[in-house]
């Protein structure tokens, strides 16, 4: 989507090793989000971010780090990749308005 | 916590079948409510959302949704199903106070010939 975008698009990590995604925007918005989706359980929010350096954890953040040292970047962690954290990313931004969410293309991560 | 439920992890209708996916939530405070649709391998797209302007809200594509407070329901319809609806649809609720959108567990819509 115009103004978010996520990057790598795929990749394929081993067991162990460190992997960090990456979402960029360049809209200005405050709120920022990493979400997974796997099948049969939606899309689950991992951290939020509501500021420079102002974050939460949301429903699944256990194994997962996030960092937003300035507006555009929210970075999402993965300190020890496991098997279990193959999934598809997505990141979402929103502004001041309460419903004006904007998704990335997502990214693909397969740890084996 | 605001929460979503999907009811029908899979819906199959027939080409000009109506459609209903249902959607049922829990909030405290009014919600923000929202449908997108994920077509295979591609990322998510808004079909409509309610923010209180008016009960009955139209989206993208032909469907449509009303918000029924006494319900708490949310439901996706569209009168005429086409072969090009076939994707996931997902449900979702935005929590106003943190800014959270909470999504459902998806429901994948099958459309037969």
């Known amino acids: 989507d115009a103004g978010i975008t996520q990057s790598p698009r795929h990749k394929v990590t081993e067991t162990g090793t460190p992997v960090t995604l990456r979402c960029h925007q360049t809209e200005n918005h405050r709120y920022m989000y990493w979400y997974r989706q796997d099948p049969g359980h939606g899309l689950r929010l991992i951290h939020y971010s509501y500021g420079v350096k102002d974050t939460d954890k949301g429903e699944v953040s256990d194994g997962y780090s996030v960092s937003r040292s300035k507006t555009e970047d929210f970075l999402l962690t993965l300190e020890s990749a496991t098997s279990s954290q193959t999934s598809v990313y997505f990141c979402a931004i929103r502004g001041d308005s309460a419903y004006g969410y904007t998704f990335g293309s997502g990214t693909r991560l397969t740890v084996v | 916590a605001q929460s979503v439920t999907q009811l029908g992890s899979h819906v199959s209708v027939s080409e000009g079948a109506l459609v209903l996916l249902r959607c049922n939530y829990s909030s405290s405070v009014p919600p923000y409510l929202f449908w997108y649709v994920q077509y295979p391998n591609q990322g998510l797209q808004l079909l409509l959302k309610?923010?209180?302007?008016?009960?009955l809200v139209k989206g993208i594509n032909g469907f449509e949704a009303e918000f029924k407070k006494s319900e708490t329901s949310f439901h996706l319809t569209k009168p005429s199903a086409h072969m090009s609806d076939a994707a996931e649809y997902f449900c979702?609720?935005?929590?106003?106070?943190?800014?959270?959108?909470?999504f459902g567990q998806g429901t994948t819509l099958q459309v037969k010939p």
């Open positions: 979702a609720v935005s929590d106003s106070n943190t800014g959270k959108l909470i």
């Open positions: 309610y923010t209180s302007a008016a009960t």
